[in-house]
């Protein structure tokens, strides 16, 4: 069965640089969810979408954006990053912003 | 403020014993409560997942029993094995209908089963 898709698996990015994320959800999912998990923390909310639109937000630094895409892909754009930004971002998908959705593999981010 | 509280910390079970870890949470609006399977360098697996009209709910060798008077969820692995070996993590959502949300995570537990 096809799973949520994330690219790329690893970054390695300069403090004060740019990154953009990408999640490629479950065929016919219309939900998109990022979390974020530092080294041995549980993962935390960051922002969510549904059918395109910006459907909840939560401890997203404002040097962080997001969209959801017409064909239901989704960008997590990261600017200025910081060493506390390094940690694995992880996007989940959903049908209809139902319980239960799929998390993909990941993004391993790390900023030097 | 951690809403949903997760222990232990850390778990050493015997193969084939049994694995308790329990939460807790503090808002009454939450109706879902899932449990995640998290592997190094992997993305949480849903497990098995609860609401709060039942007590318990049973998966194989996995088990969800529910207080919803004591704001407890616990999840327990029965016949442990060293392949169960992971990370857990319970969860809660809930306060938008039937709609799914954003998941709260517990701390997370590190289970170890040794052979």
């Known amino acids: 069965a096809a799973g949520v898709i994330q690219s790329p698996r690893h970054l390695i990015k300069e403090k004060r640089e740019t990154a953009t994320l990408k999640c490629y959800p479950i065929?016919?999912?219309?939900?998109v969810y990022w979390y974020q998990q530092g080294p041995g923390q549980d993962p935390q909310f960051l922002i969510s979408?549904?059918?395109?639109?910006?459907?909840d937000k939560g401890s997203i630094p404002d040097r962080f954006s997001a969209q959801q895409f017409s064909d239901y892909h989704s960008e997590l754009n990261m600017s200025s990053l910081e060493l506390g930004d390094s940690a694995l971002y992880f996007c989940?998908?959903?049908?209809?912003?139902?319980?239960?959705?799929?998390f993909g593999s990941g993004t391993r981010l790390t900023v030097v | 403020q951690q809403q949903v509280k997760q222990s232990p910390q850390s778990l050493i079970v015997q193969k084939g014993g049994i694995s308790i870890i329990n939460c807790a949470y503090e808002?009454?609006?939450?109706?879902?409560f899932p449990w995640y399977q998290q592997f190094p360098g992997k993305g949480p697996a849903l497990l098995i997942a609860?609401?709060?009209?039942?007590s318990e709910k049973k998966e194989g060798r996995f088990t969800i029993s529910f207080n919803k008077s004591a704001k407890q969820f616990s999840l327990h692995i029965m016949d442990s094995q060293p392949g169960d070996s992971a990370t857990y993590f319970c969860?809660?959502?809930?306060?938008?209908?039937?709609?799914?949300?954003?998941?709260?995570f517990g701390q997370g537990t590190e289970l170890s089963v040794k052979p």
């Open positions: 808002n009454t609006a939450f109706d879902y």
């Open positions: 609860i609401r709060p009209d039942v």
């Open positions: 065929p016919r999912h219309d939900t």
């Open positions: 989940a998908s959903s049908f209809g912003g139902n319980y239960g959705y799929t």
């Open positions: 979408f549904y059918e395109k639109m910006q459907s």
């Open positions: 969860a809660a959502s809930g306060g938008f209908g039937n709609q799914g949300g954003k998941l709260i």
